[in-house]
C-alpha cells in the first residue's frame, strides 16, 4: 500500500531507531533479529508506493529544480552558471541518473555477494534472514532506480570492463574474506546516504520524484549500514593479524575509489557537456572544499575503521581521503 510523504518526514527516517541511544547493550543476534522485523514493518515497493506517473512526478529535462547544487562543486564554478538555465538542468539530470546507474550497478554487486555469504552460513543463523530481506530491498531499490533513469530518456552505459573486472572479485570477497566486503558494502552505501541526507535537508528546491525516491532509500538504507557496521563490529576482532593488515590496508583503497564514483560526474557527462579540464579540476580535484566533502562523507567508516583497530592514517592521507588541512578565511 502507497505511504504518504508525510509519513517519510517524521524524524524515523532522519534518526533510525537502529542507531538510538538506549540499544547499545543488545547482543549482535538480537540487533540482527530486530533489523529483519523492522524489514517486515517497514519496506517499500518500487511501483506501490511511489505514483510514477503522477504529473508532479514527471520528468521535464529543463526543470530548473535539476540543477547541481550552485554552492559546491560544478554547480560553484563560473562555467557552469554562464551555461544556459536548460544545458544547467541537463547536466543536473544526467549527473542525477548517471548516479541511480552507479547505484543499481552497486546493488547488484551488493546483492550477489550477499546471495553467496548468506549460502556459506550455517543453519539457523539469523544473519540468513535479514541479509535475505536486504537482497530484496536492494532489489526494489535498482527496481525504483532503473524506472527512474529509463523516464529520463537518457542512454546511461553500465560499469566499464576493468570495473566490471573488479566487481567480480568484490562479489568473491563475500564468501572468503566478508569483512572487506562490508567495507565496500560501507563504501557504497555511506557517501550516498550522506549525499541524500544533505540534499533532503537543505534549502535547494528538490524535483518531488526525486525527493520522494530518496526518502524511500535513505529509510531502508539505515537499517543495511547498521548491518554492516555491527557485522565489523562483531566479526573484525576475532580477525588473525594478516586479515586484519590486509584489511586496513583494502579498506581506504576500496573507499576512495567507491567515493570519486559516487561523488563526481562520470567521464562520459563531461565529454558530453564539453566541460573543460580546468572546470574539473576547479569544481572537483583541486577544489579543497570537494575534498573536505569526501572526507566528511567517509567520516563514518573512517570512525569504525579507528574503533576497529584498522585504520592507518598514512595511507588514507596517500589517498587523499584523510582530513584535509583548514581552508583559508
Ligand atoms: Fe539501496
Ligand atoms: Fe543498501
Known sequence: ?????????????????????????????????????????????????????????????????????????????????????????????????????????????????????????????????????????????????????NRTGLDIPGLPPLLRFVAARVIRLARTFPELFFVFVLGGEDPIDHVQRQALRGEQPVHPLLRRIMQIHVTEEARHLCFARHYLKEHVPRLGTLRRATLAAGAPVILAIMAQLMMRPSRAIIRQYGIPDAVVAEAYTKNPRHRAETVEALRKVRELCAELGVLRPRLWRWLGIWEAPPLPA
Do not use: C, N
Not at 30 to 40: G, H, I
Not at 77 to 93: C, K
Not at 117 to 137: C, D, M, N, Q, T
Open 1 to 149: 500500500m502507497a505511504r504518504s510523504a508525510a509519513a517519510l518526514l517524521t524524524p524515523d527516517y532522519v534518526v533510525p531507531d537502529e542507531e538510538r541511544v538506549g540499544r547499545r547493550l543488545e547482543s549482535y543476534p538480537a540487533l540482527v533479529s530486530r533489523l529483519s522485523r523492522q524489514s517486515v514493518v517497514k519496506h517499500f515497493d518500487a511501483y506501490a508506493d511511489i505514483e510514477w506517473d503522477a504529473e508532479e512526478f514527471r520528468i521535464d529535462p529543463e526543470d530548473p529544480r535539476w540543477e547541481v547544487a550552485l554552492d559546491r562543486g560544478l554547480g560553484a564554478t563560473a562555467w557552469y552558471r554562464a551555461q544556459p538555465a536548460g544545458v544547467r538542468a541537463r547536466i543536473g539530470l544526467h549527473t542525477i541518473a548517471t548516479f541511480m546507474r552507479i547505484g543499481v550497478e552497486f546493488e547488484s554487486v551488493l546483492k550477489r555477494g550477499l546471495l553467496d555469504f548468506a549460502a556459506g552460513l550455517p543453519g539457523g543463523s539469523p544473519e540468513f534472514r535479514y541479509v535475505y530481506h536486504e537482497v530484496i530491498e536492494e532489489a526494489q531499490h535498482s527496481l525504483m532506480f532503473q524506472e527512474f533513469v
